[in-house]
């Protein structure tokens, strides 16, 4: 896809948006990941981000934490882009809640206890 330009629009910079920029080391993102109470340290270190968000999480459902949060920001970035929408942190909390939420129809019911004690808990 061709755009104007390929510049971060969530955090109004002239750094080029790439996948390590916009997950990881975007103030946006980071602000939003913040929200769940998870800390970037590295953020050029992608596979290393994932382990310390691992560790901080202590889940066995960390992955669809992380995986959702990436939808919500990506889906926020898109609503910039094509929708004109002004990237908020509320509504990337918001559609991270509503996604997550889905999660729980689709957890074991070993898990689905918690997984929902730890959407009300943490978001």
């Not at 390929?6 to 990881?24: A, G, M, P, R």
């Not at 980071?30 to 981000?49: K, N, R």
């Not at 202590?58 to 929708?83: E, G, H, S, Y």
Request: glycine letters at 2%; charged letters at 15%; proline letters at 4%.
């Amino acid at each position: 896809m061709v755009l104007d330009d390929y510049n971060c629009v969530l955090s109004n910079s002239t750094l080029e948006e790439s996948l390590i920029h916009l997950f990881l080391a975007c103030p946006f993102s980071s602000s939003c990941w913040a929200t769940l109470g998870l800390v970037i340290q590295q953020p050029a270190d992608p596979l290393g981000t994932l382990v310390s968000f691992k560790n901080q999480l202590q889940l066995p459902f960390f992955m669809k934490i992380i995986v959702t949060m990436c939808w919500a920001i990506w889906t926020v970035r898109n609503d910039v882009i094509f929708r004109q929408v002004q990237p908020l942190i509320l509504h990337c909390k918001t559609i991270f809640k509503q996604e997550f939420a889905q999660v729980i129809l689709r957890a074991k019911d070993s898990l689905a206890l918690l997984v929902s004690q730890w959407l009300e808990a943490y978001v």
